[in-house]
């Protein structure tokens, strides 16, 4: 079993990329024998208003067993409560905030709002590091990057809140699992696509320090080719239980309770 | 056969405390890849004497050493660029031809001289007469200046790989970061630069686009600091190319611009 938490459908605005069409996702999703995929609409991210990308989506992924919606939801903007109740409601695994591509401070009281309500609804929320490596971003594509203090500040803010951060490195990993208490850090699940292997071997070094329970496997596709996720576990010596962890226990049995 | 044209080593006097593990988890990675050639470069001291990108002559000599011995110890795995600083021009062109003589089979460009310098042109005449391709760090689409380094760009690569047109000019890491649409649109018509597949960078989309710009028979398969976005690549081309294509982006395409017996079934 494997399950890609860190999927997206729909085009990107700054680069043609293919393979963003559902049909297109699934043909990918086979190639690299992936199960399941937790799918966000990445043309909303960009929009003023984010949530209006998720009929869209809930309509997509009904029509595809695989996949699973992660819906966006904006906290600055009227309506986000009950766009968080309907993700219960078409039983999304998480739902995702971009608050720096929606103008918002990352740890500011909106972002802390809706961690509270996430936390109470049992519902973990998602949220990208970033998109793309910042050297080769297109010169309009100004949003910053997640902060790893936002990350410290947000999952102090609500004793119940559980955050998937996707696309992040070891260092800002170790930043905010060492700055954090064993229980702030045991309600962060970090994805692995953004993380090196050999020879540098920091999925290797993070697995041993920070523990296998905290990693599930993501891959950004299309974004980013999906063989990538699977060639670094393809590169470490797991053994079978601990590469289960990482490929869909840690997301079933962690972030979907 | 799989050849990675963009390999690097540590040493023991590199700010790398654990220098000794890194070149183990390559070779160990390279194994399980099945990465037959390692083509590697050592850039002075990484830091630790001179800067990583401007290498003093003195780190450049201990590096290079470094590699030749690695070489030495793994004649069927490591082959050696020689790097040099062309800000010293006599000690670039002394240290080219030593280590060509030892062993290496390129030469290794950083940035120590933006790539359309004349300086840069001696040690091309010495790859055209020698033979040996020129790996040549680039940044892809450098739209300003960035500190430690004086990085070239594809659009640079491009202008001194059309002065020195008998000379094989590989363009580092295209997905190193930057914007390597720019770059594959500057290289696109210039026959004497392939593109090193290398680097952490795994968008969607640009192994196509490296595809579309160079065509197959200009594609080198490489690594540099992240194997597994290697291996991606290399997965992900199964699916792109033919088994036969697939072959010149594992090895003869490298195995054609590298000399005659650098790698032993070209």
């Not at chain 1, 996702?25 to 992936?34: H, N, Q």
């Not at chain 1, 993700?87 to 929606?102: E, F, I, L, N």
């Amino acid at each position: 079993m494997r399950i890609d938490v860190n999927a997206f459908l729909g085009a990107y605005p700054y680069r043609r990329v293919p393979g963003t069409a559902p049909d297109r996702l699934v043909e990918a999703l086979a190639r690299v024998d992936i199960d399941e995929a937790w799918v966000s609409h990445l043309p909303s991210l960009f929009w003023r208003q984010p949530m209006e990308g998720n009929a869209w989506l809930y309509d997509t992924v009904a029509r595809e067993r695989r996949l699973r919606p992660v819906p966006a939801v904006h906290p600055g903007l009227a309506g986000w409560a009950a766009t968080l109740a309907e993700a219960a409601d078409h039983g999304a695994p998480a739902v995702r905030c971009d608050p720096s591509y929606y103008g918002l401070d990352p740890a500011g009281p909106e972002v802390r709002g809706l961690a509270a309500a996430c936390g109470a609804a049992r519902l973990p929320l998602m949220m990208a590091v970033r998109l793309e490596d910042g050297r080769q971003r297109h010169p309009n594509d100004r949003a910053g990057e997640l902060p790893a203090s936002a990350v410290r500040a947000l999952i102090r803010s609500d004793a119940a809140v559980r955050l998937l951060i996707t696309h992040v490195d070891r260092a800002f990993i170790e930043e905010v699992h060492f700055g954090s208490t064993p229980e702030e850090a045991a309600r962060i699940w970090w994805d692995i696509c953004w993380i090196w292997g050999p020879p540098e071997d920091h999925l290797e070094t993070l697995v041993e320090t920070v523990g296998v329970e905290r990693f599930v496997f993501g891959t950004g596709q299309p974004l980013r080719i999906p063989e990538n996720a699977v060639a670094k576990l393809d590169l470490l010596d797991l053994g079978a239980a601990r590469r289960a962890a990482i490929e869909s226990e840690n997301a079933r049995t962690g972030l979907r309770r | 056969m799989l050849i990675d044209v963009h390999a690097h080593f540590y040493h023991d006097r590199t700010p790398r405390a654990d220098w000794r593990e890194r070149n183990a988890s390559r070779l160990a990675a390279g194994e399980r890849i099945g990465v037959t050639h390692h083509v590697a470069s050592i850039l002075g001291s990484w830091g630790l004497r001179s800067p990583i990108y401007f290498p003093s002559p003195r780190d450049l000599e201990y590096g290079n050493d470094a590699l030749l011995a690695l070489q030495r110890q793994h004649p069927d795995r490591v082959r050696g660029y020689v790097t040099v600083n062309p800000n010293y021009t006599t000690h670039a062109c002394a240290e080219i031809a030593r280590c060509l003589g030892a062993g290496m089979v390129g030469i290794k460009l950083a940035a120590s001289r933006r790539a359309t310098d004349r300086l840069l042109d001696p040690i091309c005449e010495l790859a055209r007469q020698r033979g040996v391709p020129v790996l040549h760090h680039v940044w892809q689409h450098r739209r300003r200046d960035w500190p430690g380094q004086e990085a070239s760009d594809g659009a640079e690569l491009v202008a001194l790989a059309a002065r020195h047109p008998d000379v094989r000019f590989i363009l580092a890491h295209i997905g190193g970061g930057g914007d390597w649409q720019h770059s594959l649109a500057a290289l696109r018509t210039t026959a004497n630069v392939c593109v090193d597949l290398s680097g952490s960078g795994v968008d969607g989309g640009m192994l196509e686009a490296c595809l579309e710009a160079a065509g197959v028979e200009r594609l080198l398969w490489g690594t540099d600091l992240t194997m597994d976005t290697g291996w991606a690549k290399l997965r992900y081309l199964a699916h792109l190319l033919t088994p036969a294509q697939l072959e010149l982006v594992k090895w003869k395409n490298a195995a054609r611009i590298f000399p005659r017996g650098a790698f032993p079934a070209d």
